[in-house]
């Protein structure tokens, strides 16, 4: 009987111990990339929302290095980055529909891509291919003061419109987006 009350025992903590681990999964903010959200009022109460998942440098070559030059990158960590607007915009000097959309770049050392993909709610990797494409529109790229060590997406009000920028290590990508 002692045996069983012990075996018992030790399932019941177990089984706590897995509940506590799910949760904890569960708890994105925890991730060693955790969740972040960068939003553009455009007034009229409309809006851009970009969703993504915030990766640390922790010393590595970033761009060149982990992120090859010249290849599609997900913009982030973990599931994909979304792009959320509620009206339509000019981005970049491309037409974009109100809707929702995945964020990917092809970084370069002198210009960037951001790639506009109609596929939405996958993992961030593998990238979709060409025919999700919405649009390919060049960025710039520039330069930081300053190394960043978690990569950050945030959007500054321009007249119009919004200056989406993407920061990590010593490389800002930026684009123009303007309400229509």
């Known amino acids: 009987m002692k045996k069983k009350i012990a075996i018992a025992a030790i399932v019941a903590v177990a089984l706590v111990a ?18 972040a959200t960068a939003s553009c009022d455009l007034g009229g109460g409309k809006s851009i ?23 599609v990158w997900r913009a982030g960590a973990n599931e994909a980055t979304t792009f959320v607007t509620t009206s339509d915009v000019m981005v970049g000097g491309t037409h974009v529909p109100a809707g929702s959309y995945t964020l990917f770049t092809v970084p370069n050392k002198d ?29 710039k790229a520039s330069t930081l003061p300053a190394a960043v060590e978690d990569f950050t997406i945030s959007f500054d009000k321009s007249g119009s419109g919004c200056s989406l920028r993407m920061d990590w290590e010593t490389t800002r990508g930026s684009i123009e987006i303007m309400k229509m």
């Open 111 to 139: 210009k960037w891509s951001l790639v506009i993909s109609k596929k939405t709610g996958e993992w961030g990797v593998p990238y979709p291919g060409a025919d999700s494409d919405f649009a390919r529109i060049d960025m």
């Open 18 to 35: 897995l509940v506590a681990g799910v949760k904890a999964q569960q708890d994105k903010s925890k991730r060693p990339s955790p969740p």
């Open 49 to 71: 929302t970009v969703d993504y998942s915030s990766p640390r440098a922790k010393g590595r070559k970033i761009f060149g290095g982990v992120v090859p030059y010249g290849e």
